[in-house]
């Protein structure tokens, strides 16, 4: 299966500043999905990242707060913007292991603390 | 819309301890069913998954049957490890989504020697 790297894996991060999470791929894949994590909390996709188009965000999460670039089929990157302590999450980033079965392979995560 | 409800930790073991850990689910359709495995510093690995109902998923001792009338997804180990000790998470993907996982709240094993 794919091998997933992110970076960072940890910082704190003023409020209201910005920080872009990278997260790249050892193989090429055509969508790449992010999840958040918060606190105590279990696992939300926030969006969809294809390569050549943009990214599909899911209910509650928008392009404004949460830009993602995608410019090659091994790497992505998404920026959370205009931070407040609700952002402390653990942000993953994920790939599809097996076409078409629903089988994903995870980052180990960027867990940002918003002070 | 779907959902995973999973059972409350932590769960403290001592090794070669039975392991259960609850999950039932809701879903229209015919979700497929996942129980990924978080070990301390790692990211989420793929431990098992069934695709249809009756389905035994199964992987290093671990085994989990998708009961469809049940709606549930239990993860039951025979004897556990202290190397078992991790966060697992049940999950489903449903019919109609593509990389879009429900996953339950998670549950931390500790097993103790």
């Not at chain 1, 894949?29 to 994590?37: A, C, H, K, L």
């Not at chain 2, 998954?49 to 290093?60: E, L, R």
């Not at chain 2, 993860?75 to 990389?99: H, I, M, N, P, R």
Request: aromatic content about 10%; some cysteine; hydrophobic content about 35%.
């Amino acid at each position: 299966s794919a091998v997933i790297s992110q970076k960072p894996s940890r910082d704190i991060c003023q409020r209201g500043t910005s920080l872009t999470i990278q997260c790249q791929v050892d193989s090429q894949v055509t969508m790449m999905f992010w999840y958040r994590q918060q606190p105590g909390q279990s696992l939300t996709l926030i969006a969809t990242a294809n390569q050549g188009s943009e990214a599909t965000y899911e209910s509650g999460f928008v392009i404004d707060k949460f830009p993602i670039s995608r410019p090659n089929l091994t790497f992505s990157t998404l920026t959370v913007s205009n931070m407040s302590p609700e952002d402390s999450s653990i942000y993953l980033c994920s790939v599809e292991q097996d076409s078409g079965a629903n089988v994903l392979t995870f980052g180990a995560g960027s867990r940002l603390t918003v002070l | 819309g779907d959902s995973v409800t999973q059972m409350e930790g932590p769960v403290t073991l001592s090794e070669e301890a039975f392991l259960t850990i609850n999950c039932t689910y809701t879903a229209t359709g015919y979700p497929s069913l996942f129980w990924y495995v978080q070990y301390p510093g790692e990211g989420l690995q793929l431990l098992l998954k069934a695709t249809k109902a009756d389905d035994k998923g199964s992987n290093k001792g671990f085994e989990a049957t998708y009961r469809k009338e049940t709606t549930s997804f239990h993860l039951e180990k025979g004897s556990v490890q202290v190397s078992d000790s991790a966060v697992y998470f049940c999950a489903l993907a449903g019919g109609t989504s593509y990389g879009k996982l429900t996953f339950g709240q998670g549950t931390i094993l500790t097993v103790h020697p």
